[in-house]
């Protein structure tokens, strides 16, 4: 079986290695028959003239490399992932200035948008009738069981505790109703 294939594999190279050989013969005829056919041979004619032509050949240019090419000699430092972008200001979108609230369980829903997503280290506080209340992540508020009557509201964005924006105050007034007192009973 080894004997085949080395037999096939020689026959093989020797039928198209032999071709190759008759190309690269730096001689070729070329001549016209009395049809006007032209014909291209590497064996001459039985008829022919020799016509002398002279072929130049033109030596590709070297690329030539540049010796005085400074090499680095470290890597360029990859450029410092910028850092995610983090809220600046912060802007209340409800209550609005001087608005009116009806609830008579004392409830204010309290609304901010931020210009950009909070980042790791930023929360929001909101501060009413100038006490600070607990700081926060999410940007919505809801009081429960306020008093009725006046009260100033607004919100600080903070960054590692220091605020660095603030909203304008706005005042609400929350209504209440409340309960008549009863009549003191009468004597009888």
Do not use: C
């Not at 008759?22 to 041979?41: K, L, Q």
């Not at 540049?66 to 209550?95: H, Y």
């Not at 901010?112 to 009738?129: E, F, H, I, S, Y």
């Amino acid at each position: 079986m080894r004997s085949f294939r080395v037999f096939l594999l020689s026959s093989l190279m020797l039928y198209f290695g032999a071709p190759s050989l008759s190309i690269a013969s730096d001689e070729y005829y070329r001549w016209v028959d009395e049809n006007g056919v032209m014909h291209f041979s590497d064996a001459p004619p039985d008829v022919s003239v020799e016509l002398g032509i002279q072929i130049d050949v033109v030596p590709l240019e070297k690329q030539t490399t540049k010796t005085n090419i400074p090499t680095p000699d470290a890597p360029p430092a990859p450029p410092e992932p910028e850092a995610p972008a983090m809220a600046t200001a912060v802007r209340l979108v409800s209550p609005s200035q001087e608005a009116t609230i009806r609830s008579n369980e004392g409830n204010i829903s309290i609304k901010v948008d931020t210009d950009l997503p909070l980042g790791k280290d930023q929360a929001l506080r909101l501060v009413m009738d100038g006490e600070k209340q607990s700081t926060q992540s999410a940007n919505r508020w809801q009081l429960n069981n306020v008093d009725r009557g006046a009260h100033q509201l607004n919100v600080q964005l903070l960054q590692n505790g220091k605020v660095i924006a603030a909203t304008q105050s706005v005042t609400v007034f929350l209504h209440r109703a409340t309960k008549p007192k009863a009549p003191k009973p009468t004597p009888r």
